[in-house]
């Protein structure tokens, strides 16, 4: 399933939470929704859920607009709201039967069903147990349990690492991976991008309810590192290299600085990192120079922007 979010827009009084935003992926894709706080994600996956109406646009789920078509689009989404679940007395077994039976799951299939999903979300143990004893993470699971309970093909999650310990996070992640491979497509609001980056296939990047970048990690990569050109107008290729080296790490900023084609040279961390001109063979030829010159390099390794760096850069305005 493809889907389409065309020049969508919401207001709310004079403010223009969302403003034409355009952006699309598919099932088997997990897409990333990152932005500064306001930005306007939970009113785009509020509107993707048909919890609200756009002011203009339109959201296809393939053929299906899911504005005019709302019952039969929420058959096709799981949504995960930023909120935990709060009815305090109701055990986690009662609550998402409460759920199932909404959504129409009869009998064998509705026990099947929340047999897969406790499962699939590691609640087996839990299912006895009062929402209000659980912790956090437990909630969160629940959470995402209730959202899967009629096994839709899209999931919107907003924000669901917020306040889990890292442990939790992980095991979200692992989640999140599974449910690809099981293909479905994940929408996730994030804050925590770093995390995001090791799993998310793409990405929609937005500020003041508009678009800066859309797509796969690979386009925006390269949407936003601009080819540099020679001379000859022909592109100029660049390795961005970091080296750890046991002792004389000033010495080796000082000569990377020094050598013709080596750019942007800073200390990061424990790693030099450095801009080479020229394909691989000139980042080979920088590691012989540095051996040839009695550097005792422990590391030296490609480096690409991930999605925390250029998140950053691009909602600085660093990159038009
Ligand atoms: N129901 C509402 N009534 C009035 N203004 C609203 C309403 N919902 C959202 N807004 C405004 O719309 C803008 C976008 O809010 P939204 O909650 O979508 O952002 P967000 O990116 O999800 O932010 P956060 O990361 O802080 O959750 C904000 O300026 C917000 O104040």
Not at 192 to 203: K, N, Q, R, V
């Amino acid at each position: 399933m493809k889907i389409t979010v065309n020049r969508l827009k919401k207001r709310f009084g004079k403010t223009l939470a969302v403003d034409d935003l355009s952006f699309g992926f598919e099932t088997g894709q997990v897409f990333a929704f990152v932005g500064p706080n306001g930005a306007g994600k939970t009113t785009t996956m509020r509107m993707m859920a048909t919890l609200d109406t756009p002011d203009g646009g339109r959201i296809f789920f393939d053929g299906l607009d899911i504005v005019s078509e709302p019952e039969k689009a929420r058959r096709l989404i799981g949504y995960m709201p930023d909120n935990l679940p709060t009815h305090r007395d109701l055990s986690v077994a009662d609550y998402l039967d409460f759920f199932a039976r909404a959504y129409g799951l009869r009998h064998r299939e509705r026990s099947l069903m929340l047999g897969q999903v406790t499962e699939f979300t590691n609640l087996s143990g839990l299912l006895e147990k009062p929402l209000r004893g659980l912790s956090k993470g437990m909630k969160q699971r629940v959470s995402l349990a209730r959202s899967l309970v009629h096994d839709p093909p899209l999931l919107i999650m907003d924000e669901p690492a917020a306040g889990l310990d890292p442990r939790a996070r992980v095991e979200l992640r692992e989640l999140i991976k599974a449910m690809t491979e099981r293909g479905k497509a994940v929408f996730i609001s994030s804050h925590i991008l770093t995390e995001l980056a090791e799993i998310a296939d793409g990405a929609v990047i937005i500020e003041k309810g508009k678009l800066l970048r859309a797509g796969t990690l690979e386009q925006i990569k390269r949407g936003s590192d601009a080819p540099e050109l020679d001379a000859d107008g022909a592109e100029l290729k660049v390795q961005h290299v970091a080296i750890r080296v046991r002792d004389r790490v000033e010495e080796l900023q000082k000569a990377l600085l020094e050598m013709p084609g080596v750019r942007k040279v800073k200390l990061a961390g424990r790693h030099v990192e450095a801009d080479v001109d020229g394909d691989e063979d000139a980042a080979c030829d920088l590691l012989a120079e540095l051996l040839k010159r009695d550097y005792r390099v422990m590391e030296f390794k490609q480096v690409e922007k991930d999605l925390e760096q250029l998140f950053m850069s691009i909602t600085r305005g660093e990159v038009s």
